[in-house]
């Protein structure tokens, strides 16, 4: 039987201080936008999923963006440091909108990592 040899595995980009705070920080102002979108339009509760998943996936995606390496890492820092804030301060002490804001940023920080990815593989990165 033959062995494959494999390449040395290339070492990771650092994780950058910016990164997480940018991912805070639009997760932050996605989350509040459209938290006080919905209330201020007096939508159905059912609405305040604009707030809990859309804005903190286009926080994560623009974080992976913003970073080009390692976006899901960066976007996991960034959603988890928004927890607490976004707990007391955008939903009134409710933590389960905050953990899904937290979460949602870390997915959408990921799928654009592996997007990234693949997009450089194609053009022989």
Do not use: D
Request: glycine share 12%; with cysteine; hydrophobic share 45%.
């Amino acid at each position: 039987m033959e062995r494959r040899q494999r390449r040395p595995a290339e070492p990771k980009a650092q994780l950058r201080w910016e990164g997480a705070i940018f991912a805070f920080a639009s997760n932050m102002m996605l989350v509040t936008a459209l938290t006080g979108l919905v209330q201020s339009q007096r939508l159905p509760i059912e609405y305040e999923v604009l707030a809990t998943l859309f804005g903190p996936l286009l926080a994560g995606v623009l974080t992976a963006l913003y970073v080009r390496q390692r976006g899901g890492m960066h976007a996991f820092l960034g959603g988890l440091l928004s927890l607490l804030p976004l707990t007391f301060f955008i939903f009134q002490g409710s933590w389960q909108p905050a953990l899904y804001a937290g979460s949602f940023c870390t997915i959408g920080g990921a799928l654009a990592e592996l997007w990234q990815r693949r997009l450089g593989k194609r053009r022989g990165r």
